[in-house]
């Protein structure tokens, strides 16, 4: 069995490797370390080791990661033709760098939770790396991204510990061998923040640290417990036969007998018949004993672990995980309270690649193709076309705690019942130029409702703004449209008013959930309403 073990890197950026024999696995060096003691810090080496060996090793890095990326974000580019631009961003981001820019985000991540940091760089082909990729050009550069570990960086991301000075604990140039990667194309991550003279083994530097920093020494005392697996699973078939003998000599015939009949219970299967004296006994090992020790042993090792790498115990403990996320349960919010804080630290890659992938795909081309379906963009130009669409843009994730099904349709049936009494109380106020709008809004926050309206509303807007108010039938049950209240001086005092009651609504239906409470946007929004028609029936009346 031949083993690789890396050695360094030389000046032309080539890595060099030693090949030997390495019959030990990494498992068996780290229970073997005896060394290791609380408090003792990874190498670069074990800390590899324990990432592609250890049971736990690869679960308490991509675990987290991939239920961060288990959901797409939602993206919203609302000051432009939006389904097309989300179409083309998308299929950029699907296939850049050959595998999508989210695996690319989750190997940067997932180094630098290995090891404590990590770089992506950002390269063309043909391009020098000191110097900063044109940003207007991309699209049309061969562009690639590499995943730089601790190694390959080793002198470069050491970080200063003078505190005045401006790069102080600040990563700045990213070297690899001779190549200098220019500040502009590179992203450093760093899993927890560095401190004060500090040094962390694993990444050659004053840096941040391992996921596996605090929780080596449980790590290694869970590989006692695989061992104690194995010594159970090893045991647990032996078979214990207490055989009498008719005579008090021993003799070679006594034991030929005794061998006969420990051969008859070794072989001896479903269906089969064998005979033994009434004094006799064929029993298992009793293991019932070591359940509850080792049980709660493997329980404590695992907690230890989860505690000393700030994560839930949940997430370690597989099984507890089958409930899943849609009861609400106080386990599953905790799993997505963490979720959140490791989308958050994903953050800087995350707006690395909106970056490049909006220039790769709104690109020029991509502009003339716009031009000819949506002519109001000539007019505009690229450039302006562009930051237009970039300064719109945006990308939440969506909540981890999926609301059942049936929870969704009276969240729905909330807002839906919001949308009529706000068209109740404005339709009235509106002339057909205002009423026209209304009711085109009414429409798409219908079209939006999927799981109330299967069938999509279509309204001729331009037909209702050409319809007289004598023409236009008051919303209620067949009643003459209201005249406005004669509070309002002008046209353009009231048409203030209603946009900004407009505005205020339609924030608190974008925050409406299922009304439960005085305090919830339902029932504010309920007595917006009330007190808006007792106002409009007072002027009215007078």
């Not at 050409?466 to 003459?480: C, D, F, H, M, T």
């Amino acid at each position: 069995m031949s083993g690789f073990g890396t050695s360094g890197i030389g000046d032309g950026g080539q890595a060099t490797s030693a090949v030997g024999s390495a019959m030990t696995s990494g498992l068996m060096q780290i229970l073997q370390a005896t060394e290791i003691l609380p408090g003792s810090q990874p190498s670069y080496e074990l800390c590899k080791a324990i990432y592609v060996s250890h049971v736990l090793g690869a679960k308490m890095v991509d675990t987290p990661i991939a239920l961060s990326q288990s959901q797409s974000r939602e993206i919203t580019v609302p000051d432009g033709p939006e389904e097309r631009l989300k179409e083309a961003f998308l299929a950029v981001w699907n296939t850049i760098g050959g595998t999508g820019a989210d695996a690319i985000i989750a190997n940067t991540q997932g180094s630098a939770r290995i090891y404590g940091i990590s770089a992506l760089a950002m390269g063309a082909r043909g391009q020098p790396t000191d110097k900063p990729l044109d940003r207007e050009k991309l699209y049309t550069y061969d562009l690639f991204f590499n995943v730089l570990d601790p190694l390959t960086t080793a002198g470069s991301l050491v970080l200063s510990q003078d505190p005045n000075s401006p790069d102080f604990q600040k990563p700045q140039h990213v070297r690899v061998g001779a190549a200098v990667y220019h500040p502009a194309n590179t992203v450093v991550v760093m899993n927890e923040k560095p401190i004060y003279i500090q040094y962390s083994d694993s990444a050659f530097g004053f840096t941040g640290r391992s996921v596996y920093q605090r929780a080596l020494y449980p790590l290694k005392s869970f590989v006692q417990t695989m061992i104690t697996d194995d010594m159970v699973a090893y045991k647990a078939g032996v078979l214990i036969t207490k055989l009498t003998s008719q005579t008090s000599n021993t003799n070679r015939r006594v034991w030929d007998m005794f061998s006969f009949k420990r051969m008859q219970v070794k072989t001896a299967s479903t269906g089969n018949v064998i005979s033994i004296s009434p004094e006799e006994a064929i029993e298992s090992i009793n293991l019932q004993m070591l359940a509850d020790p080792y049980n709660l042993a493997r329980e404590n090792i695992l907690k230890n672990i989860a505690a000393a790498a700030n994560m839930p115990a949940h997430i370690l403990d597989q099984e507890t995980m089958v409930s899943g996320f849609a009861e609400g349960q106080e386990d599953a919010k905790q799993i997505a309270r963490y979720i959140d804080g490791i989308r958050a630290e994903m953050r800087p890659l995350y707006m690395f690649f909106d970056d490049i992938v909006q220039r790769v795909a709104w690109n020029p081309d991509f502009y003339k193709g716009i031009c000819r379906d949506f002519p109001e963009y000539r007019k505009l130009g690229y450039q302006r076309a562009f930051f237009q669409w970039r300064n719109s843009f945006e990308a939440s994730w969506p909540n981890l705690l999926i609301e059942p099904e049936s929870e969704q349709i009276l969240v729905e049936d909330v807002r839906f019942k919001a949308v009529i009494g706000l068209i109740e109380t404005l339709s009235p106020l509106l002339d057909p130029e205002n009423r026209a709008r209304l009711i085109g809004w009414v429409a798409d926050e219908i079209n939006s409702r999927k799981k109330l309206f299967t069938s999509e509303m279509i309204i001729d807007e331009e037909e209702l703004r050409k319809a007289s108010p004598q023409n236009v039938e008051s919303w209620g049950e067949g009643r003459e449209p209201e005249v406005a209240p004669e509070s309002y001086e002008d046209s353009a005092t009231e048409n203030k008013a209603i946009a900004e009651t407009l505005a205020e609504l339609k924030k608190l239906l974008a925050a409406t959930k299922r009304a439960k409470s005085d305090d919830d946007p339902a029932y504010r929004l309920k007595e917006i309403i009330e007190r808006r028609r007792e106002k409009r029936n007072a002027s009215t009346a007078s």
